[in-house]
């Protein structure tokens, strides 16, 4: 209450206690009829303040949630009519203990407070480092350009379209090119061990192939060459020259001139050979180097890899990569292709740049090398954006699809038919003569099955190779053939593929075959 002075009432202790009691009961009645008006029926749980029983006796519990906007005032005005001097002297005895407390502990033992402030800032360290890695958005890896430089010298390139992967350098774009990786690669340098010492490597390889080649070039050329295929040849030039005669029509002389001459031609193509087997090997280096410099390896479904090993003796086999996700730059590629009897043959890429929704080729012989019965294929992208492995099985699904769109222009045409007949001199044998056109095929077998009703029988032939608008001759043996067949079933077949090349054929309407 706010009274003046002149008008002072002097109040003995049990006045203040009736006089705080009769206070809050007013107090408490009034904020029920407020509740009880605004339909109030929240349900809050409270703290419970006690005072120091001496001098003042405990006051009651107050529920400090009642206190709203309307109402807020009530407090200040019980504390007015409470003594402040005796709870401030009980107030400051207590922190006055808790301090001389404190002071004890961190002279008892003065390196506790050390020990909680180093690991509390330890805990602020690991949650840092966790929220870091957290963070979806992380700053990208750094790729050195003199790193780019030698990885577009040692990785073979990938390209937008087939068109462009099947592209060959003449001689003269040849030059440029070894020239150009000449000038590059003599002129960088790295801090990084790991670079230099690619670049060390690739930089000396570099420099004994181009001395390969232009000893190569310098050494004259035998006669014919491009056609010699071994030493000595034929067999006849080995025994005319064993006989002290001179070899088809050339004195021994010349002779042994020309074989000196090709065996130093061909000691420079089985030194270059091997200086290509060790530029390989130091291509095999690049993804170790590259891995420093990328994103954290990953798998997903982003990336589309296909493979095709085509039956055939002239086509490349080709690999194609599609990018799902999002662009890369500066991406390193380890490809390896695991053959039948586990024959491994690893492949590096470099991308310089690899648009989003596109694909990248690559055909052997020109981009790549590879195996024979190819299984599967383990492909690794390193780029500092993103990283993953992709495993790829060409199994007999993928290789049906690919030989069934290969295989589509293949034709088999009966040329001639003959069946056994007996002869002036000698009798002669039933066969059929078959053309087949479309493709150079390899390893593939002609199944050629004889029929009349329910009589058959059945011959094949095997073929590592068979050439388009070629023929073949199918001869099934008088005494396997007891019957004269009016249609005959020509099929070729492919050892790892359950696609099938058929004709069939009235034996009416083949052409008499003449020899």
Partial sequence: MNLQKENEINLDKDDVIRISEEYIATADANNTAQNHQNNTTDKITVNVWELPSEPIPPAPNIDYTQFNNNNRSILPDIMRNIPILPLAIIGGSIVAVLFFVAVFALVANPDRNKIAIDNSSETNIQTDNSSKEKKPAQKLKEFPSELRVVAKYLGDGLHTSYEAAAKQMNAEDLMVYLHTWDIELHKISSKNPDINYLISEATKNFDEMKNIKEVYDSLPKPDGWGQLKVFGTSFLDGFLLGSGLPPTGKSISTYTQE????????????????????????????????????????????????????????????????????????????????????????????????????????????????????????????????????????????????????????????????????????????????CMTGANLANCKLVVTFKNGNQNYSCAVDYTSWDHNTNAIVKPGNNNLTFKPNKIIAEIRFPRSSIVVQETFDVQNIPEYHW
């Fill in 259 to 434: 074989r000196d001459k090709e065996i130093a031609v061909q000691n420079t193509v089985e030194a270059m050979s091997k200086a290509l087997e060790k530029h390989y090997g130091i291509c095999r280096l690049l993804p170790k180097v590259a891995q420093n410099f990328s994103a954290k390896v990953t798998k997903n479904n982003r990336f589309t890899v296909d493979f095709f090993e085509p039956p055939s003796t002239t086509v490349s086999d080709s690999l194609t990569i599609y990018n799902g996700g999002q662009d890369l730059h500066n991406c390193t590629l380890e490809v390896k292709i695991i053959g039948e009897d586990a024959n491994v043959v690893t492949n590096v890429f470099f991308v310089e740049e690899w648009k989003r929704n596109t694909w990248l080729y690559a055909l052997s012989n020109i981009s790549f090398i590879t195996t024979t019965k190819v299984e599967r294929l383990e492909v690794t992208i390193l780029s500092p954006e993103y990283s993953t492995t992709i495993e790829y099985n060409y199994n007999q699904k993928e290789r049906d699809k690919d030989y069934a769109a290969f295989l589509k222009d293949v034709r088999l045409i009966a040329v001639g038919y003959r069946f056994r007949k007996e002869g002036v001199f000698k009798d002669w044998e039933t066969l059929i003569q078959l």
